[in-house]
């Protein structure tokens, strides 16, 4: 059975603190690990997309990567408008099923 | 470009009764996704529509069904309700089925008494 597991469940940093985010997974044949932000009472967010070990796609202060196990979203220089919770998720077919398969997310906090 | 729309925001029912949930994709978007979040958890994964079709269901039983319409717009169904039925139902519409990330609209929060 797919499984998507991220930690820390909750993190709090101050203004400007880098950090990362973690988000490990077994889905078996991947094809693309899905990073989405949510704020509370909406949808998530889309974020980036990976689709093989080595990738790193970057936005404003957000870089995520990815290796054969496990993906990152590293959060540089953090504002207080970056906290949201940070979900990951993996599918695992590019055709047929596209179910996404997600983690319980991380819930950033940035304390000004 | 409006996004994908959901309706209605909120919901109350009571036990028992039945529930129908309204999504309207992008605009060219032809696959359609619904998932259930509870509180405090991810989305879980219920069914995916491509072209009108059922291409995936997830472990739901079936109390749960959906459809999609000729214009690509989807309603997802819940019957007999009960109180762990009250979650955050969102919808998520791509591209085409292969290889196209998801979007997700606001969603619908259902609370169940």
């Known amino acids: 059975e797919d499984q998507v597991t991220q930690s820390p469940e909750a993190l709090r940093l101050q203004e400007g603190e880098s950090s990362s985010l973690n988000c490990s997974y077994t889905?078996?044949?991947?094809?693309?690990l899905f990073w989405y932000r949510q704020d509370p009472g909406k949808g998530p967010e889309f974020l980036f997309t990976l689709y093989s070990a080595g990738e790193e796609k970057e936005k404003e202060r957000l870089k995520a990567t990815l290796t054969k196990k496990e993906s990152f979203l590293h959060i540089t220089a953090p504002k207080p408008e970056d906290s949201a919770t940070y979900l990951c998720?993996?599918?695992?077919?590019?055709?047929?099923?596209?179910?996404?398969?997600f983690g319980t997310g991380t819930r950033l906090t940035i304390i000004p | 470009d409006a996004g994908v729309t959901q309706s209605p925001t909120h919901l109350i029912k009571t036990r028992g009764q039945h529930v129908t949930l309204r999504c309207s994709p992008i605009?060219?978007?032809?696959?359609v996704s619904w998932y259930q979040q509870v509180l405090g958890q991810g989305p879980q994964f219920i069914f995916q529509y491509y072209e009108k079709e059922e291409r995936g269901r997830g472990n739901f039983p079936d109390r749960f069904s959906a459809r999609q319409f000729p214009n690509y717009s989807s309603e997802l169904n819940v019957n007999a309700l009960l109180l762990g039925d009250s979650a955050l139902y969102l919808c998520a519409s791509s591209l085409d089925g292969p290889g196209n990330e998801q979007f997700f609209g606001p969603g619908t929060r259902l609370t169940v008494l």
């Open positions: 889905v078996s044949g991947l094809r693309g």
């Open positions: 605009s060219g978007h032809k696959s």
């Open positions: 998720a993996g599918r695992r077919s590019n055709f047929g099923n596209e179910k996404l398969t």
